[in-house]
């Protein structure tokens, strides 16, 4: 069963909380970074993105922007601008967007059930991203951003989380830049929070890694390192948990994830488009934005007009974790065998765009000449990623995209 642990959160007071928090550090390059903290001297990216305070530093991972990140973490903990609670917690932190809120718990995930499967994961890690973070952890000694983690639902978790909102004021609460709502409240009742643990224990037997795989790997990884550094070592160190916000599955909504390609492999639109008939029922929709509506339809955009993509029977597999994707649809039938895109990872020919931004982004890059063509999909739902997971299996890359991001800088998990 999961081990979700409360810990004493390191965190800022209220009135600077909303400039503190700002997004995730892998969402942005080192510009957009200074751009967003320009203005804000208590910005945690001046500690994840801490570069943007090292001028004419180049390597980002160099030394210097580490040292530079460990005195800023020092000197915002010296100036009151983060501080630690004094008793174990869990915490509920909420995010709201289109009028949808989803209510998750802040709690130390255990290092232990990363490594025996118990978090269980469906992406694939690239081990230089995770070295980055492990490099800053070492530093900072803590957990300085949370991942984003996922569990069946429990009534009796969900109906703890209801009576602490309901009847407590938040201790955040604001609109972020982007219009996300972001909500937070301290769980203050030590039954309360002993009630969590013990259903966590007997009620969760596994968490789910929605996004951050790479650093989910990274804080197990420093958990099993600082164990191996350790002759003392009981079990019950802060180390042996990583910090992780648990939503439970009922209330996620995975966004679309969408392909742009540069070149269609040398074929002309017309044959292009007849080679796509042998596979797929292929309906000219006009000018105007066409999104697909169900799984196993796509969108094409080409050369000003949008095109409904029907996959025809024995194209898929509904009975198979991985066949049922959409995104494997479009990779065996379209991006190898017609345009000869077999590895997603290196390809320079395709690029990604988060659901996020819209269908009318897919528009924009073709009109303008930089991409070719648009491939539209129906998004992935969070049954078919537990399926996944629960299968051992992995998804392509970017199959998932989830919104709103979590702010990082409410909460920060010490490790010793």
Not at 50 to 70: F, Q, R
Not at 309 to 331: C, H, K, M, W, Y
Request: aromatic share 10%.
């Amino acid at each position: 069963m999961a081990k979700v642990k409360p810990f004493r959160g390191l965190r800022p007071p209220q009135e600077i909380a909303k400039e503190l928090a700002c997004l995730p550090y892998d969402v942005m390059n080192s510009e957009e970074a200074a751009q967003m903290a320009k203005g804000k001297e208590t910005s945690l990216l001046r500690i994840t993105r801490a570069e943007i305070e090292c001028p004419g530093v180049d390597d980002i991972h160099s030394e210097a922007v580490y040292n530079k990140a460990l005195e800023n973490f020092r000197m915002f903990q010296e100036k009151g601008w983060l501080v630690q609670d004094d008793t174990p917690r869990y915490y509920i932190y909420a995010q709201t967007m289109n009028g949808r809120t989803q209510y998750g718990i802040v709690g130390g995930a255990a290092c232990s059930d990363y490594e025996e499967g118990l978090i269980k994961k469906h992406e694939l890690t690239r081990p230089e991203k995770e070295e980055d973070r492990m490099v800053l952890t070492r530093y900072l000694d803590a957990n300085i951003e949370p991942v984003f983690f996922s569990y069946k639902a429990v009534p009796e978790i969900d109906a703890i989380v209801e009576e602490v909102v309901t009847n407590n004021t938040p201790d955040y609460d604001f609109t972020a830049e982007d219009g996300f709502g972001h909500h937070f409240w301290v769980v203050y009742d030590a039954d309360k929070n002993k009630a969590i643990e013990t259903l966590f224990e007997e009620k969760v037997p596994c968490t789910y890694v929605a996004d951050g795989h790479h650093r989910t790997a990274a804080a197990a990884r420093i958990g099993i390192e600082k164990t191996a550094q350790n002759p003392n070592h009981t079990g019950e160190e802060e180390y042996n948990f990583f910090m992780a916000v648990h939503f439970p599955d009922n209330q996620l909504q995975i966004i679309d994830y969408n392909r742009l390609v540069t070149d269609l492999n040398g074929l002309s639109d017309n044959a292009f488009l007849a080679e796509l008939n042998k596979a797929f029922e292929v309906e000219n929709m006009g000018t105007e934005i066409y999104k697909p509506g169900r799984l196993h339809e796509f969108s094409l955009y080409l050369s000003g007009s949008w095109y409904k993509l029907t996959a025809r029977q024995g194209t898929f597999n509904d009975e198979d974790p991985i066949g049922v994707l959409d995104v494997t649809i479009l990779s065996e039938q379209v991006l190898g065998p017609l345009l000869d895109i077999t590895d997603l990872r290196t390809s320079k020919r395709i690029d990604f765009v988060g659901g996020i931004r819209g269908l009318g982004e897919l528009k924009k890059r073709v009109d303008s000449g930089e991409m070719k063509a648009a491939f539209a999909l129906y998004p992935v739902s969070m049954q078919q990623l537990i399926n996944i997971a629960d299968s051992g299996n992995i998804m392509p890359p970017k199959t998932t995209w989830f919104e709103p991001k979590l702010r990082s800088g409410l909460l920060i998990h010490k490790l010793g």
